[in-house]
C-alpha cells in the first residue's frame, strides 16, 4: 500500500505562475513532512519541511500547506522560474526516530519562460 | 566539506553478473539508506541501516545485499537474481529522521 500518494505526476506552468504539488498520507503516526528537489542527473536536496504543529510555513517562494484532518499537505511555488524546473518529491515519516521516509512517486515541473 | 559520496557515477555491466556500488559519508550520519530510482516510480527503498552491523529490508531488498561494517561506508551489491537491474540507485544517510536526508549524486548502472 502506497503511503504517500503525490498528484499530479507533471506540471507545466509560466514563469510567473503559481505551482501547486500535493500529497496525501495514510499514517497518522508521521509527524516530518519534507519536500525535496531534484534536478536531472543529481540526488534530491531537501527544500522545505514541515511538523503538523503549524499549518504552514514559508521560504522565500516556496511555502508548504498542512491540513491535518484531511492528512494532505502540499508545496506552493510562487512566481515560478524556469530554474525551478525540476522534480519534486513529497515524503512523510516520524521524525524522532532512525527510520525511514516513504516518498511519493515525484512531480516533474516544467516552468515555460 | 562534509558530504555523502557515490561511485562510480556510471557503471556497465554485463547480464548475469553481480556489481557493487559504493556509498561512503563523511557526516558522521548513523543512518544510511539505498533507493533505486526508475522513471514514474518515484524513489523506492532498497535496504536501509541504522547502526553498524544491523540493517533492515526496505521494498523492493530481493536481488539485492548490503553490508555495514563501518558507520561510514554501506556498499550496495546488485546480484544476478535481480530480475531488471538497470536504473539510477541513489544513497542517502542522516542524523534522525527529522533533520532529513542528504543524498549523494547516484550511481547510473546499465546492465546489457
Known amino acids: 500500500q502506497q503511503q504517500v500518494k503525490q498528484s499530479p505526476q507533471s506540471l507545466i506552468v509560466q514563469k510567473g505562475g503559481i505551482s501547486i504539488i500535493n500529497c496525501a498520507y495514510e499514517?497518522?503516526?508521521?509527524?516530518?513532512f519534507p519536500w525535496y528537489q531534484q534536478f536531472p542527473g543529481k540526488g534530491p536536496a531537501l527544500l522545505i519541511a514541515?511538523?503538523?504543529?503549524?499549518s504552514e510555513k514559508k521560504e522565500g517562494r516556496f511555502t508548504i500547506s498542512f491540513n491535518k484532518s484531511a492528512k494532505q499537505f502540499s508545496l506552493h511555488i510562487m512566481d515560478s522560474q524556469p530554474g525551478d524546473s525540476a522534480t519534486y518529491f513529497c515524503?512523510?515519516?516520524?521524525?524522532?526516530?532512525?527510520?525511514?521516509?516513504?516518498f511519493g512517486r515525484g512531480t516533474q515541473l516544467t516552468v515555460w519562460p | 566539506d562534509g558530504g555523502i559520496t557515490q561511485s562510480p557515477k556510471y557503471l556497465f555491466r554485463k547480464e548475469g553478473q553481480n556489481v557493487t556500488l559504493s556509498c561512503e559519508q563523511n557526516?558522521?550520519?548513523?543512518?544510511m539508506y539505498w533507493y533505486r530510482q526508475d522513471p514514474g516510480q518515484g524513489l523506492r527503498l532498497i535496504y536501509y541501516?541504522?547502526?553498524?552491523?544491523?540493517?533492515q529490508k526496505g521494498d523492493i531488498a530481493e536481488g539485492y545485499s548490503v553490508s555495514r561494517e563501518k558507520k561510514e561506508s554501506f556498499p550496495l551489491t546488485v546480484t544476478s537474481a535481480q530480475k531488471n537491474p538497470t536504473a539510477f540507485y541513489l544513497c542517502?544517510?542522516?542524523?534522525?529522521?527529522?533533520?532529513?536526508?542528504?543524498f549523494g549524486s547516484g550511481t547510473r548502472l546499465t546492465v546489457v
Open positions: 542517502a544517510s542522516s542524523k534522525e529522521v527529522k533533520r532529513g536526508y542528504t
Open positions: 499514517n497518522t503516526a508521521f509527524d516530518y
Open positions: 514541515i511538523r503538523p504543529d503549524v
Open positions: 515524503a512523510a515519516g516520524r521524525g524522532s526516530t532512525l527510520g525511514r521516509l516513504y
Open positions: 557526516l558522521n550520519h548513523d543512518a
Open positions: 541501516s541504522q547502526i553498524v552491523n544491523d540493517f
